[in-house]
């Protein structure tokens, strides 16, 4: 069964532009998940996605925003990068329901200069 | 969520088995204890969860106390692969709440 996929694996961009990052969950698996980590504050909650439909948002500002598609796919976007956003965007994908785990994309590195 | 405690680091000999303790005494009666590795520079991978009882798969065991407030993931018999830092996790994993909370974890090296 192939693994969690996310696209691109590294992208460099410019303060105040905007980026697209995308992630294929594996085959069955109708929760999408988004995580942020840093050197600094760790690994942190982005959103989540069940069905196209958000049902959990970490503490992030509306810069940051992601959406889900009927084939489960799914893409986060930020826009007006700031050089904070430097970070490794980690996906996720599970069968979204109780006692089910997650398993992880090999990630995103973002750089903004 | 509760909040947990975990070594900020151990160590371990090749083929020893490693013990990683994690104290999560505020942990509410539906959440379940996750354990996860993050090994350099990849994403986390998935190694074991229970709820009540002890559990067992092809890469650890899972010991949680009786009265849930603590656990210990067992690696048999750790190999210089299992270097990587390991997360605690308990969660609901249900619901609108479905989401991982990640701590600092435990580095643990294995050394040769």
């Known amino acids: 069964k192939a693994g969690v996929t996310q696209t691109p694996r590294y992208l460099i961009k410019t303060r105040g532009q905007q980026v697209t990052l995308s992630c294929s969950p594996i085959?069955?698996?109708?929760?999408v998940s988004w995580y942020q980590q840093t050197p600094g504050q760790g690994l942190q909650f982005l959103f989540e996605?069940?069905?196209?439909?958000?049902?959990n948002k970490g503490n992030f500002p509306g810069r940051f925003s992601g959406r889900q598609f009927s084939n489960s796919r799914s893409e986060m976007n930020v826009s007006t990068l700031e050089l904070g956003d430097s970070a490794l965007y980690l996906c996720?994908?599970?069968?979204?329901?109780?006692?089910?785990?997650?398993?992880f994309g090999p990630g995103t590195r973002l750089t903004v200069t | 969520d509760a909040k947990t405690t975990q070594p900020t680091s151990m160590d371990c000999a090749e083929g020893r088995a490693a013990n990683l303790p994690c104290n999560h005494s505020?942990?509410?009666?539906?959440?379940?204890v996750y354990w996860y590795r993050q090994i350099h520079s990849q994403g986390p991978q998935y190694i074991i969860h229970?709820?009540?009882n002890n559990e067992t798969n092809e890469m650890a065991s899972l010991i949680i106390t009786e009265d849930r407030k603590s656990s210990t993931l067992i690696l048999p018999h750790a190999t210089l692969r299992d270097t990587a830092v390991y997360y605690c996790?308990?969660?609901?994993?249900?619901?609108?709440?479905?989401?991982?909370?990640f701590g600092k974890g435990t580095l643990l090296t294995v050394n040769p």
């Open positions: 996605y069940f069905s196209e439909t958000q049902r």
């Open positions: 996790i308990p969660t609901n994993s249900g619901g609108s709440n479905y989401k991982l909370t």
């Open positions: 085959s069955g698996h109708r929760s």
């Open positions: 996720a994908s599970s069968r979204g329901q109780v006692g089910y785990e997650q398993y």
């Open positions: 229970g709820l009540k």
């Open positions: 505020t942990i509410s009666g539906n959440e379940y």
